[in-house]
T-cell receptor
Framework: NAGVTQTPKFQVLKTGQSMTLQCAQD?????MSWYRQDPGMGLRLIHY???????DQGEVPNGYNVSRSTTEDFPLRLLSAAPSQTSVYFC??????????????FGEGSRLTVL | AQKVTQAQTEISVVEKEDVTLDCVYE???????LFWYKQPPSGELVFLIR??????QNEISGRYSWNFQKSTSSFNFTITASQVVDSAVYFC????????????FGKGTRLSVIA
């Protein structure tokens, strides 16, 4: 098993550009989520999904879009990148339907810089 | 709303010293789960432990131990005889079972163990 795979690992964007961070897991996990990590701010939840076709907003959803067409994939789209979106992004998944009881498996992170 | 507070932003200790990382949480739910994750300098997030609100037994795993006290809403993490490899950022997290909320993380504590 590859676990949780995120691509790309590094990306530089110009303000206003759009892009998609890809996340795939091969563990048949129901629950997937995106967090961003900023210095001194910890991990903040952007969006999450409890299964294919179902998504919900987290703490900091503005400027981001997600979809969950398959169990395996949960892409994060930046619609019009802003310097405030410079961050490290982590995708995570969990086996349990009860999203809060399962250990989260994290991807390696994607470092995004918006100029 | 659920909240996790890690008041210690950075801690520095000399190798072989014991160190305790504090975690205080807030929740209105009667059933909840508490977690600790480790983020070494390489950047990945590593699951360490999960406790549910009905199990206040302290846990020991090698040099690591966790003290869960509902009376003070705390879930502290102690590393005994610290080693340089323990240098990392440590995150405490909380999820609420009844309210079915995703994990909320504290801002993390950066631990530096000096040889």
């Amino acid at each position: 098993n590859a676990g949780v795979t995120q691509t790309p690992k590094f990306q530089v964007l110009k303000t206003g550009q759009s892009m998609t961070l890809q996340c795939a897991q091969d563990m048949n996990h129901e629950y997937m989520s995106w967090y961003r990590q900023d210095p001194g701010m910890g991990l903040r939840l952007i969006h999450y999904s409890v299964g294919a076709g179902i998504t919900d907003q987290g703490e900091v959803p503005n400027g981001y879009n997600v979809s969950r067409s398959t169990t395996e994939d949960f892409p994060l789209r930046l619609l019009s990148a802003a310097p405030s979106q410079t961050s490290v992004y982590f995708c995570a998944s969990s086996v349990r339907l009860a999203i809060n009881t399962g250990e989260l498996f994290f991807g390696e992170g994607s470092r995004l810089t918006v100029l | 709303a659920q909240k996790v507070t890690q008041a210690q932003t950075e801690i520095s200790v000399v190798e072989k010293e014991d160190v305790t990382l504090d975690c205080v949480y807030e929740t209105r739910d009667t059933t909840y789960y508490l977690f600790w994750y480790k983020q070494p300098p390489s950047g990945e997030l590593v699951f360490l432990i999960r406790r549910n609100s009905f199990d206040e037994q302290n846990e020991i795993s090698g040099r690591y131990s966790w003290n869960f006290q509902k009376s003070t809403s705390s879930f502290n993490f102690t590393i005994t005889a610290s080693q340089v490899v323990d240098s990392a950022v440590y995150f405490c997290a909380l999820s609420e079972a009844t309210r079915n909320t995703p994990l909320v993380f504290g801002k993390g504590t950066r631990l530096s163990v000096i040889a």
